[in-house]
């Protein structure tokens, strides 16, 4: 019964915000704050009170939590929500970076400050629901449900340097990029509900009935690309990632801090939940394919990354080659690297995150995200400079932080079946070497572009970023309540992909 308030907690903390700019131009930013801090909590009791790492009958999704009510019985479709290893770690990081996305903008939004906590918290909610839902309808909805509100945030809160005209244009290419590749999955949706009533007779669109659906093997594949083409927009795969920078740049610092974070992780969570155990034949045959996109988007997100003079498309571009990577850890099929992707998320979620806030305190007080109008900050600002530092080198997977786990476990357990195409990969790992250090060059050293002084971190600023410096490094020394809580739920994904195929062995 717990499961919906953390989808409804978010939802009505929204309209509170929205309303409660009657009260106050303070009160929507405390009202966001404490339904988000509910919804934290609330994640973490279910963590806390469930048995995540329970072994489980090979091929059965095992759920610690379900909830599910009829919604049009008449088409099989209900409000089936479910919760195991995999979608709480994904739902504590999303209800984590949601209170950071609204503490980091506590002073950067001035205008309709009701109206943009309305919008955060109904992505978040829409974010959570993606990681619940087990009816495919319902699923699709959420999938959907977060598009609107980012589109606002794009588009009335984005890049103060920039005209209104670029804000649009940016949400405008966000918009269209999901939702034209939502309605591919849509089909892809129907599709299987379709199969799957010709062949048993049952119209139902829940996920645990449609696992077993019997079909030829074209069939498979085709509606396999159509989940697939979704999530390699939303993840981004090269060449479809054309809406990450400009979606980036011009975002303010809480949208950037989600759409990294968050929206990025969903279509890891859906190739993941959805690709692999629902089409298990076809994922295999087109897993070659998806690692030789992984590659490519590891090499152009680090060669497009290194040429950035804007801070913020720099960013956009290493998620883009780190994603890469968890696109190879994904189809290798290895359960091993299926938790190194899982640590990889949830480590990527928070360096992003703190790499983007940083970037808003120093537009905050630079009033540039231009590198080439920056240099000589490192004793211009205090604590700033060594913090970008350790994001910095926690990006490039430095021991002792959760990036480094989960980039070793990736590519230990992916050498293992596909070991050309992991150390191929692995010379990915230099060039973010460059990046990363090329952006601290450019931004920290070198000779002053000005002699003002600059203001230092605020209390709230520099807690925000050292929470996230000791979760990176806690899940870098210790990333075992993680990988026991995703255990079991990977190895009942590596379950359905290896029985796809009786000449592989998978470890």
């Known amino acids: 019964m717990l499961l919906p308030w953390l989808i409804l907690i978010p939802l009505i903390g929204g309209l509170l915000s929205w309303q409660g700019e009657r009260l106050g131009l303070k009160a929507p930013r405390w009202i966001a704050l404490l339904a988000m801090g509910l919804t934290l909590l609330l994640s973490l009791y279910l963590w806390l009170q469930g048995n995540y790492g329970l072994t489980q009958a090979a091929g059965i999704p095992q759920w610690q939590s379900s909830f599910m009510v009829p919604w049009i019985p008449s088409l099989g479709i209900s409000f089936h929500l479910a919760l195991d290893g995999l979608s709480l770690l994904m739902v504590v990081l999303t209800a984590l970076l949601g209170v950071l996305a609204i503490l980091c903008s506590w002073n950067e939004i001035h205008k309709y400050q009701g109206f943009f906590h309305l919008n955060l918290l109904w992505i978040l909610a829409g974010v959570i629901g993606v990681f619940l839902a087990i009816d495919m309808f ?47 999955m849509l089909i892809a949706i129907f599709g299987l509900v379709w199969v799957h009533y010709n062949a048993t007779g049952v119209l139902s669109f829940d996920y645990e009935v449609l696992l077993n659906t019997p079909m030829s093997h074209t069939v498979q594949y085709l509606l396999m690309l159509g989940f697939f083409i979704a999530f390699a927009v939303k993840m981004p795969v090269v060449p ?56 490519i988007g590891i090499f152009y997100g680090a060669w497009m990354a290194y040429i950035q003079t804007d801070i913020k498309r720099l960013i956009a571009y290493t998620s883009v080659s780190h994603m890469g990577f968890v696109m190879i850890a994904i189809y290798s099929g290895s359960q091993l690297a299926f938790q190194g992707a899982v640590v990889q998320m949830i480590a990527h979620g928070l360096s992003a995150a703190g790499l983007f806030i940083i970037t808003g305190q120093l537009y905050e007080r630079l009033h540039t995200r231009d590198l080439r109008e920056m240099g000589g900050l490192w004793g211009r600002v205090k604590y700033l400079p060594a913090l970008s530092l350790f994001f910095a080198v926690a990006t490039l997977g430095m021991p002792g932080t959760g990036n480094f786990v989960g980039e070793f476990m990736m590519m230990f357990g992916s050498f293992q079946v596909v070991p050309v195409t992991t150390v191929v990969a692995s010379f990915g790992l230099v060039f973010a070497s460059v990046y990363s250090l090329v952006m601290m060059q450019r931004a920290y050293y070198g000779a002053p572009k000005s002699d003002q ?5 605020s209390v709230r600023e520099l807690s925000l970023i050292l929470l996230l410096v000791v979760l990176l490094v806690l899940l870098g020394i210790f990333p075992q309540p993680v990988l026991d809580t995703s255990s079991a ?19």
Not at 171 to 184: E, H, P
């Open 138 to 184: 319902l699923f699709f909805f959420f999938w959907e449900m977060m598009l609107v509100p980012m589109y606002f945030l794009i588009a009335l809160w984005g890049h103060k340097g920039s005209d209104g005209k670029t804000r649009i244009s940016a949400a405008t290419k966000f918009f269209i990029y999901t939702q034209a590749s939502g309605l591919v």
């Open 240 to 295: 479809l990632h054309g809406w990450l920078p400009d979606a980036h740049s011009q975002a303010p610092t809480a949208g950037s801090v989600d759409l990294a974070g968050i929206l990025l992780k969903t279509a890891a969570y859906g190739l993941l939940r959805f690709s692999l155990p629902l089409f298990p034949q076809a994922s295999l045959e087109f897993a070659p394919i998806a690692m030789a996109l992984g590659v």
């Open 453 to 457: 002084p600059l203001a230092s971190l």
């Open 489 to 507: 739920a990977m190895g009942n994904i590596q379950h359905w992909f290896a029985s796809a195929s009786t000449l592989t062995t998978r470890p």
